[in-house]
């Protein structure tokens, strides 16, 4: 298992269709949208693949299963094309996350993706 991703996005009308990897080059896929961490890791970090057409800019993300509030607690900015989703190490939890996108350059659309999921042990 890893605590880094990497997302390859482009736009698809107002959203983002993502790809998601284990490696950087994009040659080892993840078979859908559910990134698996170790259960001791304190974060899932998702970074852009070489060759995603839109840029990084956060996430948001809250644990399934509770109220779906947005705080301080459960947004990321992105910083150099990365943003780190929180998890705890003391119980196994799965958080969905919208990862923010827009176009490089000139921002011109917020692309909001479709909703992975980050665990941290097998559920």
Do not use: W
């Amino acid at each position: 298992m890893t605590t880094t991703y990497y997302v390859k996005a482009q736009a698809d009308g107002l959203f983002a269709a993502c790809s998601y990897f284990t490696d950087p080059e994009c040659k080892e896929p993840v078979k859908g949208s559910r990134l698996v961490i170790p259960p001791t890791a304190d974060a899932c970090e998702i970074a852009e693949a070489q060759g995603s057409e839109l840029a990084l800019l956060g996430a948001a993300y809250k644990t399934l299963g509770h109220e779906a509030v947005m705080t301080d607690h459960n947004f990321n900015a992105a910083v150099a094309g990365a943003v780190s989703v929180g998890m705890p190490t003391t119980s196994i939890v799965t958080k969905g996350v919208i990862l923010i996108f827009s176009d490089r350059g000139t921002v011109k659309t917020l692309y909001p993706s479709d909703d992975p999921e980050v665990t941290n042990g097998e559920q």
